[in-house]
């Protein structure tokens, strides 16, 4: 219940899941409803996690009111500037350092047994989203035996790297849709009740690998580089050589990008979300720019190029 009475209710967002989120104003104040039918959606992890968050020191929501037998929450309200929305070239900087600094105090706050463990069944359940969805129902195509063996053991290998990373809370979708510019503490932080305890680049990649914003090769470097001095300082577990750290995190972002690829095609062809599609591009070069630069990626990088041949034949392009 409100502390006092309601003058408007609006649509604030909805996201890739059952999941709507409305604003919710009064005389001098607004607040997010969280509307998640428990049908399909358990608003206990979020609940979970925004606490974890809040005690780490970070910007999440404060949980105002919650309903879980109906699947609603009441929370504070951030306003409604994506980083998406606000960074440019100007402010870039400003705002990734913000986030940076906001992900060291959520890695530094990780303990083991606190969050699902992203262990290599969930990776490996994630990239087979990639055959499954992207290939066989995006692009209709099916792998050859020669071609599949060429994927698994790519699949094989990126496991192996992700898996002897260091583990830390993962936020798993730490990008531009989902940190909002704030007054102070900024950013605040959104859609985190997929947390899970894992790799501790894959946050990195999300946001300078981000599905929905390009930023050239180098600038990108320059603020991996800041958060590794950050990380660092404060004792997070990184690598302690920086060419080892950056290794890692590409190969991180090969295993969320082909992940995402697997997802954006779901969310099309099952979901009926069409809005993802114009995303892939920028997914899909990622994936192939990171391919080209290790020994170990490049057969999977050719199996790309036959692929893209293919498809390009039936009338599709990545």
């Known amino acids: 219940m409100l502390p006092v009475p309601l003058t408007t209710l609006e649509v604030a967002s909805a996201d890739a899941s059952f999941r ?18 428990p049908a399909h959606e358990d608003c206990r992890p979020f609940l979970h996690v925004a606490r974890l968050f809040r005690a780490a020191g970070a910007n999440a929501p404060e949980i105002l009111a919650e309903n879980l037998d109906e699947g609603f929450l009441l929370l504070t309200d ?31 706050a990780s ?63 730490w990008h531009s849709r989902n940190l909002m ?36 090769e180098d600038r990108v470097l320059d603020w991996v ?11 997070l577990p990184v690598a302690a050589d920086f060419g080892d750290f950056y290794r890692d995190f590409e190969w991180m972002g090969v295993q969320r990008h082909i992940k995402v690829l697997g997802i954006f095609a779901r969310l099309y062809h099952r979901d009926g979300k069409s809005g993802y599609l114009k995303d892939m591009p920028l997914v899909m070069d990622y994936l192939r720019r990171a391919c080209e630069r290790y020994v170990g990626l490049r057969p999977f990088l050719y199996l790309l190029d036959e692929l893209e041949g293919k498809t390009v034949e039936a009338g599709y392009t990545f």
């Open 225 to 235: 580089v800041r958060y590794w001095e950050v990380a660092r300082k404060a004792g």
């Open 181 to 216: 510019v704030t007054e102070r503490d900024n950013p605040g932080v959104l859609d985190f009740q997929d947390a899970v305890y894992g790799p501790i680049t894959y946050d990195l990649v999300s946001i300078y690998k981000d599905a929905y914003i390009r930023w050239e």
């Open 78 to 108: 951030f306003g409604n500037t994506t980083y998406l929305s606000a960074l440019n070239e100007q402010t870039a900087d400003r705002l990734y350092r913000d986030a940076n600094a906001e992900l060291v105090k959520i890695q530094f």
């Open 20 to 37: 709507r989120y409305f604003r919710a104003r009064t005389a001098d104040a607004s607040y997010i409803v969280m509307d998640a039918p």
């Open 111 to 173: 303990r083991p047994g606190e969050l699902p463990e992203y262990d290599e069944a969930l990776l490996r359940r994630e990239l087979m989203l990639f055959p499954d969805w992207y290939l066989a129902k995006h692009l209709k195509v099916e792998l050859t035996d020669a071609q599949r063996q060429v994927m698994d053991q790519a699949f094989v290998a990126i496991l192996a790297n992700n898996l002897a990373q260091p583990r830390v809370y993962v936020h798993r979708d």
